[in-house]
């Protein structure tokens, strides 16, 4: 079955501890990018991919990192966690080209950080 | 300013009636894309409609149809016949130069029985 999923769904978290959230998908998707949902924002992009070993930063990606070694997975990190980066984060993946190239949306994670 | 526009927080329409969720954007890019996405309560997001800037024709599938004005960067969503399980948060996007993606505040669609 064609999915990208996210690990783990949930995740409670203390202020400066690392963590990472997992993505792969198993579609040979080339673009793959991580978003954050918070409650009257709808949804903000912090980092996408376009390729293997390519990161841009989206719109809010302070505080966070990524790497892209591999073309499946696509992990988040967060070197030291502050309670404003508790929110629903997703991942999702998409061919680079051809129409209509649409995002294919992992479940979500949702993040506490105390 | 806001590259993706939603003006509506929350809509409501009879059950079998037809609603229009709007959306407008802001791009100087000739190339982009435009999605639609729902997100039911259950928090996944359902990919629903997707129009290219240089589509000549308002892009359908099923109940779901995009009504594209160009001049006007708009990018409205209709849904004909809604039904019960309509009922969600609507998300209008927008893929830039192909490279980074830009959503709306969303829209909340209440079906009434």
């Known amino acids: 079955e064609a999915q990208v999923t996210q690990n783990p769904r949930y995740l409670i978290t203390v202020t400066g501890k690392k963590l990472t959230v997992t993505c792969s998908q198993n579609?040979?998707?080339?673009?793959m990018s991580w978003y954050r949902q918070d409650p009257g924002l709808g949804l903000r992009q912090i980092y996408y991919s376009m390729n293997v070993e390519v990161t841009d930063k989206g719109d809010v990606p302070e505080g966070y990192k990524v790497s892209r070694k591999e073309k499946r997975n696509f992990p988040l990190i967060l070197e030291s966690p502050s309670p404003n980066q508790t929110s629903l984060y997703f991942c999702?993946?998409?061919?680079?080209?051809?129409?209509?190239?649409?995002?294919?949306f992992g479940p979500g994670t949702r993040l506490t950080v105390t | 300013a806001q590259k993706i526009t939603q003006t509506q927080p929350g809509m409501f329409v009879q059950e079998k009636e037809a609603v229009t969720l709007d959306c407008t954007y802001d791009?100087?890019?000739?190339?982009?894309?435009l999605f639609w996405y729902k997100q039911p309560s259950s928090g996944e997001m359902i990919f629903l409609i997707y129009q290219g800037s240089y589509d000549q024709q308002n892009a359908t599938e099923g109940r779901y149809s995009l009504n594209f004005q160009k001049a006007r960067k708009s990018a409205n969503l209709v849904i004909s016949a809604s039904q019960l399980g309509d009922s969600a948060m609507y998300f209008c996007a927008m893929r830039e130069g192909g490279n980074q993606f830009y959503f709306g505040t969303g829209t909340s669609l209440t079906v009434i029985p």
């Open positions: 579609m040979n998707h080339e673009y």
């Open positions: 791009t100087s890019d000739p190339s982009y894309g």
């Open positions: 999702a993946s998409s061919f680079s080209w051809g129409s209509p190239y649409e995002q294919y």
